[in-house]
């Protein structure tokens, strides 16, 4: 499914060179991410979508098996408890291809990640001390 050989320039480009369930599946963790990150920008990282509000938040991929879901190492374990019923290493998560995605757990994660990268981003700034 996935040829990593292919550049994209948009997220719109790599979603559409998949079936159209996969495409369905796409869209709706896009809209997942969008919706809990609102003021994220939307680019390709690494040949795959990402989002990205003040530092990297998100990046996502499909595969033959699963779709790939990458909140950093601090997303997984932040949520380890409710991810361990998925494949995945650390900052890694791999959703069935074949099973609903879990788009309100999807969504807390990358909540989280925009808290964990705005306070950050406020600590580097010199506004917090």
Not at 9 to 22: H, K, L, Q
Not at 84 to 102: A, C, H, M, N, Q
């Amino acid at each position: 499914m996935k040829n990593n050989k292919v550049g994209f320039g948009s997220t719109d480009e790599y979603i559409a060179m998949f079936p159209d369930d996969i495409q369905k599946t796409l869209e709706g963790l896009r809209a997942a991410i969008k919706a809990a990150a609102p003021g994220a920008e939307e680019k390709i990282s690494y040949q795959m979508p990402a989002f990205a509000l003040k530092g990297n938040l998100v990046y996502f991929a499909a595969f033959k098996n699963h779709i790939g879901f990458y909140p950093t190492s601090s997303g997984t374990e932040a949520f380890k408890k409710e991810l361990s019923i998925y494949e995945g290493s650390k900052g890694t998560v791999r959703f069935p291809i074949d099973k609903p995605l879990p788009l309100k757990l999807i969504s807390r994660i990358v909540k989280f990640r925009v808290a964990e990268n705005l306070k950050k981003a406020e600590i580097k700034s010199g506004k917090r001390k």
